[in-house]
């Protein structure tokens, strides 16, 4: 039996898809390591922040607003990036392909060699 989070799910639901308890673990992973980024983040930038206090003096406030806010930014990037890895073990363990993530390719525009011809004169010349 397979849980996700609290809930328990169904063995043929598992046997259906045999990747559900390797993503369900790479899930969780992926949230406590966001989780101990925030943390040690925040610890960390407060440190940092308090060793460098006395050259940029400003109350205690700012100081712990500053860490929240960037740990929460670290925090997020973390867990994206590694739901992101899940989501593609995912799909790899359910169709046997690993997802092309790579941007498509931009196609290049021609430039006019020359001024074109319509019925209402040249392009690019001014009729006063």
Known sequence: MVNLGLTKVDDALVAKHPGLESYAACQSHAFMKGSGT????????????????????????WNLLISIVASSVGSYAVTRWETQKCSDLWLLLETGKVPDRSPPPVPRQEEPTAPQKTKYGDVGTTIY
């Open 38 to 61: 925030f943390v040690l983040g925040v610890a960390g930038f407060f440190a940092i922040q308090k060793a460098l206090q006395r050259k940029l003096p400003y109350p205690l406030q």
